[in-house]
């Protein structure tokens, strides 16, 4: 099969002018050509900064809207951490205009669905309903973004902040493994790099803050400047722009926003920890620091993660599960816009050791070495990859939500064009490089996560003890 014939990638055509909307500027218009695998979109730009990206798809009667700032938990700082996610809990709140909770019923009514999400780099509000709802959907975002503060109240605020930990205790801290990422975190990274901590934060930050900090993060990072609203689905470029500026162009510029730049991690040897949880199946994760997203080696590491595991056939599944040493063994690549992670994650039975898991992991890695990578590997690879990215792109959800991601993190919310040829372009030489490069006798942190009482079942004594972030003196 040819990957790159099979999406057959002509360059789509691209043009930059000036719109005739007075307070909007058409930055481009790209047109899907034949079958080629592009979304057709109009990208623009009010004087305030925000950038708008409209994919009219007229297939049903609905219409996408989703709003993206370019802020997450990396834009935090040490001692505040869990801003972001907070935010996120605050802006379903109620705004100047809108009563409080209110978002949900006005769109449920409307006939549609809403929802948020925070990670490390970004936060998204977003709508679905009929397309005759789409004023409603810019009112209520504009209306987060633009007059949000003065309905913060120290009320809301307290209600917020006991829901956020009660969330952290439901799904970190008495969730069975839900300690294993922030502990793989603090013992990766720097104390002042925002990656060392989760996004939803530290209890002891939360409990720290006052709403003043909140109402100072928001100023810093939403403004119109720092996000991109994305509609796709049954409108026409003409009425979101007016519906745009009517909503959305009163609101001042934010504070300008610079990109962040952290140093690579470096380990000088494989760092073991370990922590007590309330479970059966002992664990073990090595995770290796590899490069950001959209670095030229994130997709010959995927490859190589879905051939270590990624089917009944891999050298993971025969070696563990099929010979029923353990439960689960999983390979995966989880790269950010700032760092990435090669992880290793190996969950056995109550009778079995992590210490002889730890060397059925560097023998498993040993025999991938010896087996090579195959044209079978790659040809099954990519033609899941285009599985993949076709179905995402079967709704306008789905488009609308990739038009907002490569925006936000590329400036191009046509990516998807280069995001196939580099996958497409992927070569057994590659994906041995890589392997060589960060994974092969390379160090890692391996955590050790321990029934109650039995410490004994570890892979090794820890050699790191992770700093102390919580100084009372500084903080």
Not at 43 to 58: A, P, Q, R
Not at 162 to 185: C, F, S
Not at 383 to 404: C, D, H, P, R, Y
């Amino acid at each position: 099969m040819n990957f790159k014939n099979i999406f057959a990638l002509p360059i789509a055509i691209v043009t930059i002018c000036s719109s005739v909307f007075s307070q909007t500027t058409l930055i481009e218009k790209v047109n899907r050509n034949g079958s080629e695998l592009v979304i057709s979109y109009e990208k623009h730009k009010l004087s305030n900064g925000l950038t708008i990206v409209i994919h009219e798809d007229h297939s049903d009667p609905i219409v996408y809207v989703d709003l993206t700032y370019h802020v997450g938990s990396a834009r935090e700082q040490e001692g505040r951490s869990g801003f972001a996610h907070f935010f996120e809990h605050m802006m379903f709140q109620g705004s100047e205009h809108v009563g409080d909770e209110q978002h949900f019923k006005i769109v449920s009514e409307a006939g549609g669905t809403l929802n948020g999400s925070t990670n490390t780099d970004r936060t998204n509000y977003f709508e679905l309903l009929p397309s005759n709802q789409l004023e409603t959907a810019l009112w209520l975002e504009s209306d987060r973004m633009g007059f949000l503060l003065d309905s913060v109240t120290q009320q809301k605020f307290e209600v917020q902040r006991a829901t956020v930990k009660n969330e952290r205790g439901q799904n970190y801290d008495n969730k069975p493994y839900g300690l294993a990422r922030e502990k793989i975190g603090a013992a990766l990274y720097p104390m002042e790099h925002p990656y060392s901590w989760l996004t939803i934060g530290y209890i002891e930050d939360l409990n720290r803050v006052d709403v003043t900090d909140l109402k100072n993060f928001f100023k810093r990072w939403y403004g119109p400047n720092n996000a991109t609203l994305t509609v796709s689905g049954d409108v026409s470029v003409s009425d979101v722009i007016r519906l745009a500026e009517k909503y959305f162009g009163p609101i001042p510029r934010g504070i300008e926003v610079k990109s962040q730049n952290f140093a690579p991690v470096v380990l000088n040897e494989d760092r073991y920890i370990s922590y007590e949880d309330n479970i059966r199946a002992p664990q073990i994760t090595f995770t290796y620091p590899v490069i950001a997203e959209r670095n030229e080696d994130e997709a010959p590491l995927d490859v190589l993660s879905d051939i270590l595991a990624g089917s009944k056939s891999s050298v993971f599944y025969q070696n563990f599960v099929k010979s029923q040493l353990a439960q689960s063994a999983n390979v995966g690549l989880n790269t950010k816009e700032l760092s990435g992670e090669f992880i290793i994650t190996v969950r056995t039975f109550p009778d079995k050791s992590l210490k002889q898991m730890d060397s059925l992991v560097r023998e498993s890695l040993k025999e991938f070495e010896k087996r090579g990578v195959t044209d079978d590997d790659l040809k099954k690879f990519k033609a899941g990859f285009e599985t993949q990215v076709v179905n995402s792109l079967s709704s306008v959800q789905g488009k609308g939500g990739m038009l907002a991601a490569y925006q936000t993190f590329t400036d191009n919310p046509n990516f998807i064009t280069k995001e196939i040829e580099r996958y497409n372009n992927v070569t057994k030489e590659d994906v041995i490089r890589v392997y060589n490069t960060y994974i092969k006798n390379k160090h890692a942190v391996v955590l050790s996560v321990y029934p109650k009482g039995k410490p004994e079942v570890i892979a090794k004594p820890d050699n790191f003890k992770q700093p102390i972030r919580y100084d009372p003196i500084k903080y």
